[in-house]
């Protein structure tokens, strides 16, 4: 079985008090077990007025740097080939992405970042019903919303596709 990791949305936007460890938890994460995945990829949103939240939501924060950057900590494990801006929710929508899952025969995701409720959330039920196995590591996501809205998410992803654990 092929894994990917995809880590979703680690950036400066993203920044506050309750995320801010989610950064370094990850960032030892992959030094330690980057060698595990076929392949990784690194999304970060980047707002603009073609996006459905700037369209429909009329939310138009997120539309430039340093907004838009990758943590510090995250950017030494990014390149050309694996990091991608997006306007859309779910990491898999972005056509690079789920073309280079396929084309690395990948039946199995871990998805990892912001925001559990949001972003975490579509790409695992993007993946689920695209016949791939999404697994959410728990401890290495985070919401930038309510505490209620992070932990809910986790257990709507247990209930609805089952696919959720702590590393």
């Known amino acids: ?30 030094k330690g077990k980057a060698d595990q995945y076929s392949v ?7 707002n603009d ?6 369209r429909i939501s009329e939310w138009e924060d997120c539309t430039d ?11 030494e494990f990014t390149n050309d080939k694996s990091l991608f801006y997006k306007n859309i929710l779910s990491a898999y929508k972005v056509p690079e992405i789920e073309k280079g899952l396929k084309e690395h025969d990948v039946s199995e995701v871990d998805l990892c970042g912001f925001d559990t409720d949001c972003c975490v959330l579509a790409t695992a039920y993007d993946l689920f019903d695209a016949g791939i196995k999404p697994v959410v590591l728990e401890n290495l996501t985070r919401s930038t919303s309510q505490e209620k809205l992070h932990k809910s998410a986790p257990q709507m992803l247990k209930r609805n596709i089952g696919f959720v654990k702590k590393i």
Not at 3 to 25: C, H, M, S, W
Not at 65 to 75: G, Q
């Open 1 to 30: 079985m092929k894994k990917a990791l995809i880590v979703i949305d680690v950036q400066k936007y993203f920044l506050n008090e309750e995320t801010k460890p989610i950064v370094g938890r990850i960032q030892k994460f992959l």
């Open 40 to 46: 990784i990829y690194f999304t970060v949103f980047k």
């Open 49 to 54: 007025p073609s996006s459905p939240l700037w």
């Open 65 to 75: 740097f340093p907004a838009a950057d990758v943590c510090d900590e995250i950017k």
